[in-house]
C-alpha cells in the first residue's frame, strides 16, 4: 500500500496568516492527489482534486501543487472558518489512502 | 444540488451485523460510484471501498474483505454497506461519498453515521 504523510501533525495560526501543509507519498503517484477538509463533528469537505484543481464552490485562497512524491496545501490568508483538520489522499493505486492529517488551530 | 443523505446512529453488540444506507439525489446515480470511509473516534480516514453504481463492480480494502459488502439499488438511488461480524474497534463513524470512478477523488459526502458496537 501507499502510505501518505503529513507534516505538520498540527500548527498554530493566525487569520491571515499563510499556511502551508506538506504531503508526502511512499511512491510516486503523479498528480493523482486530493485535499480535504474537516472541522470537529462535520463531515469532510473536498478542496483539491488531481493535485492543484480546486472542487466547485472552493474559495481561491486555497491552493495545491506537487507531483510525484511530495505535495502542498497552501491557504494564503487564513480565515476564521478555515480552522480544521486537513488530510490528503492518493488515489494513484488501490487501495486509496490517506494521510493522517493536520489539525490546523488558533 | 448533489445530496448523500445516510441512515441514523446504530447501536449493535459485537458480533451482529449493521447496514448503513445512503440515499443520493441531485445527480444521475447511475453515472458515478459510491466510496465508504471509516473514522473512529478522534482518529483520521480509512477508505473502505468503493462500488460503481453502474456496473455494481466493487473494489474493497483488504482489511475489509470478506466482512463487508457494498451494494447498490438505482431504483431508489440508495447505497447500502453491511458490516457483519461487528467488533467494539468498528465503532466509528461512517461516510458515504460519491466518487465517478474507485481510484478516483471524492467530491460530495454524506453526513455519516455513528455506529456504537457495545455489549
Known amino acids: 500500500d501507499i502510505q501518505m504523510t503529513q507534516s505538520p501533525s498540527s500548527l498554530s495560526a493566525s487569520v491571515g496568516d499563510r499556511v502551508t501543509i506538506t504531503c508526502r507519498a511512499s511512491q510516486g503517484i503523479g498528480s493523482w492527489l486530493a485535499w480535504y477538509q474537516q472541522k470537529p463533528g462535520q463531515a469532510p469537505k473536498s478542496l483539491i482534486f488531481?493535485?492543484?484543481s480546486l472542487q466547485s464552490g472552493v474559495p481561491s485562497r486555497f491552493s495545491g501543487s506537487g507531483s510525484g512524491t511530495d505535495f502542498t496545501l497552501t491557504i494564503s490568508s487564513l480565515q476564521p472558518e478555515d480552522f480544521a483538520t486537513y488530510y490528503c489522499q492518493q488515489y494513484n493505486t488501490y487501495p486509496v489512502t490517506f494521510g493522517p492529517g493536520t489539525k490546523v488551530d488558533i | 444540488q448533489v445530496q448523500l443523505v445516510q441512515s441514523g446512529a446504530e447501536v449493535k453488540e459485537p458480533g451482529a451485523s449493521v447496514k448503513v444506507s445512503c440515499q443520493a439525489s441531485?445527480?444521475?446515480?447511475?453515472?458515478?460510484?459510491i466510496t465508504w470511509v471509516r473514522q473512529a473516534p478522534g482518529q483520521g480516514l480509512e477508505w473502505m471501498g468503493w462500488i460503481s453504481a453502474y456496473s455494481a463492480d466493487s473494489n474493497y480494502a483488504q482489511k475489509f474483505q470478506g466482512r463487508v459488502t457494498m451494494t447498490t439499488d438505482t431504483s431508489t438511488s440508495t447505497a447500502y454497506m453491511e458490516v457483519r461480524t461487528l467488533r467494539p474497534d468498528d465503532t466509528a463513524v461512517f461516510y458515504c461519498?460519491?466518487?465517478?470512478?474507485?481510484?478516483?477523488?471524492?467530491?460530495?459526502w454524506g453526513q455519516g453515521t455513528l455506529v456504537t458496537v457495545s455489549s
Open positions: 461519498a460519491r466518487a465517478s470512478v474507485g481510484d478516483g477523488p471524492i467530491d460530495h
Open positions: 488531481a493535485a492543484s
Open positions: 441531485g445527480y444521475s446515480f447511475s453515472s458515478y460510484g
